[in-house]
């Protein structure tokens, strides 16, 4: 599969990969250079209602959350062509269970890597809560899930993981940038880290003042080893709410 290389701005993070798996025309250069699989690492998710996988044209795609009856969060990069969206909602096993729902708009954000989906119903779901700045926090241990690839020894695009996968990260900064430039998390690897098919998908973060558990970040990029990097979505939590009321 080809990823689309990005320049990231961030210091230290030279090249970051776009995480959509999308089918393959790889080049040489965007090998992992002989690192072992290690979501890559982490481990299978038990609890995510909120927990939605993307599909284009039928194409496994992307991963999402389901944050309102009617609305679907995910990377903006992740629904930029045309065609048909759909979502699979509320199951940890992509290929079955939950509700199939197609996306009768997508918002665009005009600079961060984050998009909004009206879908063609309403679905009665546990909603992804959606945390403000005092969730997230350098230094902090966070999760991140997904269904993206398991592997760095071959095409991403031949390992997605049928059921969503999560792993721990620790975030190394709150400011940094994502995919187009807008705000992101930066985090490093502890157990697992973000491959192909994993964009759109959350981090969530335990706050320190409630103990609950909000998402925080929508992935963007990654170098698929050591780091990723999440569109901070407490950053842009007043145009999530202008648009899907939440």
């Known amino acids: 599969m080809r990823l689309s290389r990005v320049l990231s701005a961030v210091v230290g993070a030279a090249a970051a990969l776009a995480l959509t798996a999308v089918p393959s025309t790889a080049s040489a250069q965007e090998a992992d250079g002989g690192v072992q699989p290690f979501i890559i690492g982490g481990g299978t998710a038990s609890n995510a209602p909120w927990a939605a996988r993307l599909f284009h044209n039928g194409q496994e795609n992307c991963s999402a959350t389901i944050i309102a ?92 993981s049928r059921y969503l996968k999560y792993a721990d ?49 929508v992935a963007s990029t990654s170098d698929r080893s050591t780091r990723s990097y999440y569109t901070n979505v407490t950053r842009y939590r007043s145009w999530i709410q202008s648009n899907a009321g939440v």
Request: charged share 15%; proline share 5%.
């Open 69 to 160: 009856p009617t609305w679907i969060l995910t990377a903006q990069h992740c629904v930029t062509d045309p065609g048909t969206y759909t979502f699979r909602v509320g199951s940890l096993d992509q290929t079955t269970g939950g509700t199939v729902v197609t996306a009768t708009r997508i918002i665009q954000h005009p600079s961060a890597d984050l998009a909004l989906a009206r879908i063609d119903r309403s679905v009665s779901a546990t909603y992804a809560p959606l945390g403000t700045s005092t969730a997230v926090r350098s230094g902090q241990t966070v999760q991140i899930y997904g269904w993206g690839a398991t592997c760095t020894n071959r095409p991403e695009i031949e390992c997605q």
């Open 169 to 217: 990260t620790r975030v190394t900064s709150v400011s940094s940038q994502d995919y187009r430039g807008g705000t992101a998390i930066a985090v490093t690897r502890v157990n697992g880290i973000a491959a192909g098919g994993d964009s759109g998908g959350p981090m969530f973060a335990t706050s320190p003042v409630d103990g609950r558990a909000y998402q925080v970040g």
